[in-house]
């Protein structure tokens, strides 16, 4: 069961470039997202799409772009990089219950901006 | 906005002590989660609670939902090295949480 998968695991960047996060998931969800972890700040919400086509902003979006052209990938892009967003980043894969959201998290992607 | 506060921040304890950390808001949720996670990992889901004053037992581990539904508990039973890593939080509804700051527990055998 590979769940939610996500590549690079590490990467280093120089500031202004761009990059793209994957993320990919086998479990036919329809939710996913993606946040950040900051030392001492818990999880933010970046971007999030609640189905194929459908993508929408969460805490902390600016410099981030989005895309969902199919249910099992999310793509995370970086436009032009920046020290500060130098973090930890994890997609989430999501299944409605019928009473709540179970989400499944990637192992992360560890990305530094020099 | 609301906003999940998490306390104590870090918590230092031996093989065999009882723990209790919080979550608390000043936001009424629809649910709460808890999750632990280790170094280099995502969080994984352990519970969620949905009613106010719901309490769940996982093994050793006890989470109680607050009767107003803006805080919680999770308290553990004779830690073991095993539940070492970093708890959080997270309340909201459909699909958006909100995370708070996170426990982040280390358990000396």
């Known amino acids: 069961n590979a769940g939610v998968t996500q590549t690079p695991k590490f990467q280093v960047l120089k500031t202004g470039q761009s990059m793209t996060l994957q993320c990919a998931q086998d479990?036919?969800?329809?939710?996913m997202s993606w946040y950040r972890q900051d030392p001492g700040m818990g999880l933010r919400l970046i971007h999030y799409?609640?189905?194929?086509?459908?993508?929408d902003q969460g805490e902390v979006p600016n410099g981030y772009n989005v895309s969902r052209s199919t249910t099992e990938d999310f793509p995370l892009r970086l436009l032009s990089a920046a020290p500060s967003q130098t973090s930890v980043y994890f997609c989430?894969?999501?299944?409605?219950?019928?009473?709540?959201?179970?989400?499944?998290f990637g192992q992360g992607t560890r990305l530094t901006v020099v | 906005t609301q906003l999940l506060e998490q306390s104590p921040q870090f918590l230092s304890i031996q093989e065999g002590e009882n723990l209790t950390v919080y979550c608390n808001s000043s936001?009424?949720?629809?649910?709460l989660q808890w999750y632990r996670q280790e170094p280099g990992e995502g969080p994984v889901l352990l519970v969620t609670?949905?009613?106010?004053?719901e309490v769940k037992k996982l093994k050793r581990l006890t989470f109680q939902f607050g009767d107003a539904r803006k805080d919680s508990s999770l308290h553990i039973t004779a830690a073991q090295p095993g539940d070492t890593g970093l708890y959080l939080c997270?309340?909201?509804?459909?699909?958006?949480?909100?995370f708070g700051t996170g426990t982040r527990l280390k358990v000396l055998a």
């Open positions: 989430a894969s999501s299944r409605w219950t019928g009473m709540n959201t179970e989400a499944f």
């Open positions: 479990m036919n969800h329809e939710y």
């Open positions: 799409s609640v189905g194929a086509g459908i993508t």
């Open positions: 936001s009424v949720f629809s649910s």
């Open positions: 609670v949905v009613t106010g004053g």
């Open positions: 997270a309340g909201g509804g459909t699909y958006k949480y909100i």
